[in-house]
């Protein structure tokens, strides 16, 4: 039987890569985007839907039950980044990128939990981030909404284990794709006391976007993982530096990591 996909923030980026990649294979794919009469030429359904609006979401659901009454894989993907010093970052603007990051996803897995339940099976794979496991200088918004959403997939996959659903984290590191014309710039104030270090890291930020690796391996990597039969927790996938920050992060003394990260950013 056909596998049916559903793939939000499809319309671009690692999104776009992971859907058309499970399109091309095969498989019945749905994404999503906020804007979908923007990307009239996709090969495969591009429904509306804000992540971030709970009468979004419900309004998506409905359309897509007129489509399919199964989902069998769920790839949560569609996010946003945010920068800046913790104590400038506004708050508002700190909420609303949990509104995607975090309960975004969690808003469209509550909706599709029940139709995997039915078919006493299903897989869901979060995207988070290799950050999502450490606090980076001037992006610990973005840590700690994909941080939380590394946590609460580790409950989740306890829960839903008994009705044969399986869960886990894919944590990409720098890709070369749009992310940065959308994520949120808290404005560099002009006298603050982190204006040169801020300054400093938004340019590393974007270098490390514009240099990095291909984002059809995490396409490829989603459509190896769909194969497997049981998920381990959490699977990364990037340059061989960043995934090395991960086994760092668990070996090291906690000040010898910290120094790390403190010298890569100049601090």
Sequence with gaps: MQQTVLVTGASSGLGKSIASHLHTLGYKVFGTSRSPQNYPDFPYPLLTLDISSQASVDLFFAELQSQTQRIDVLVNNAGVGITGPVEEVNLDALRAHFDTNFFGPLAVTQQVLPLMRSAKQGKIINITSIGASMGLPFRGGYSASKGALHVITEALRMEV???????????????????????????????????????????????????????????????????????????????????LSLVLKRILPQKAFERLLKNHYNL
């Design 161 to 243: 284990a008994q009705f044969g659903i399986e869960v886990c984290t894919l944590a990409p590191g720098d890709y070369a794709t749009d992310i940065a014309s959308r994520r949120y710039y808290e404005p560099n104030k002009k006298g603050s006391p982190y204006e040169a270090l801020y300054q400093e890291s938004l340019a590393t930020m974007d270098e490390h976007v514009d240099e990095g690796n291909d984002p059809q391996e995490i396409a490829l990597a989603i459509a190896k993982l769909i194969q497997q039969k049981q998920f381990k927790p959490h699977y990364a996938v990037g340059p061989f530096m960043q995934k």
